[in-house]
């Protein structure tokens, strides 16, 4: 079994374990493999293990990954989660399956209308900065409430919530902020839990885990910067 298999079976199994100690269904769950700066042999044996659910932070560099690998997996679903430019809009929408970085309406209208002229509707999250930092990306929580009504006005098909906790911070208290914004706006998917805190983000709600170096190995380093 190859060494990316390997690490698959056992974050699966941590994440079954996680569900059953909570009472939540092991299947309401998924893994987001995050593939980012990965190489294409790693990619492969996750595909080889089985694996179809994957997430890229840049458009560009998913379709460098994935564009054939589309037509040679069709079951293969592809998020987006990293942030997104209204320019590249069309090519998102190409290509994902899920884009979890929705934060402004300006982005929505975008999306919305290359849904529309490609006839492609796919699914969106909106990500909340939850711990309100100036450079990050993502909707402060207090104008949540607007832009989700925005995009579901322009027909956006809003399913849930993501975030990325500041990494000073206990990452389960944004979990569980974000846990109940998405219940309070009766949001069914849940975007949180990386590498390092998956397993705590499961009773807090996940429904999808995005994680990379837990199942790739280290983001080998760009020696072109
Ligand atoms: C890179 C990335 C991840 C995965 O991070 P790991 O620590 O490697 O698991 C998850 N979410 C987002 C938004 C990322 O950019």
């Known amino acids: 079994m190859s060494e990316v298999a390997e690490k698959l079976n056992g974050i699966k199994t941590a994440i079954a374990d996680a569900a059953n ?3 939540r269904d092991p299947a309401s769950v998924q893994l987001v493999a995050v593939s980012k700066k990965q190489p294409p042999e790693r990619i492969q ?3 080889d ?3 179809r659910l994957f997430g890229e932070n840049r458009v560009q560099e998913a379709y460098e ?3 054939d690998l589309k037509e040679r997996y069709p079951d293969l679903r592809l998020h987006l989660i990293g942030p997104l430019q209204t320019n590249k809009a069309k090519d998102a929408v190409a290509l994902f399956d899920c884009i979890e970085t929705v934060d402004r309406v ?3 209208k975008a999306l919305a209308q290359e849904m529309e002229s490609q006839g492609r509707k796919i699914p969106c999250l909106i990500q909340v900065n939850s711990g309100e930092e100036p450079q990050k990306h993502g909707v402060l929580p207090r104008d949540l409430p607007v832009l989700l009504e925005q995009c579901r006005a322009l027909g956006l ?3 849930g919530l993501m975030c990325i906790p500041p990494i000073d911070e206990p990452a389960a208290l944004h979990f569980a902020f974000l846990s109940r914004l998405a219940k309070s706006f009766d949001l069914p998917e849940l975007s949180i839990g990386m590498s390092n805190d998956y397993e ?3 009773p807090l709600g996940a429904t999808y885990v995005r994680v990379g170096t837990a199942v790739f190995g280290p983001r080998p380093v760009s020696v072109t910067g």
């Open 21 to 23: 100690v909570c009472g």
């Open 45 to 47: 044996e996750a595909l």
């Open 49 to 51: 293990a089985g694996h």
């Open 65 to 67: 990954h994935w564009a």
């Open 106 to 108: 300006k982005l929505a």
């Open 157 to 159: 098909d809003i399913r």
């Open 200 to 202: 705590r983000a499961i």
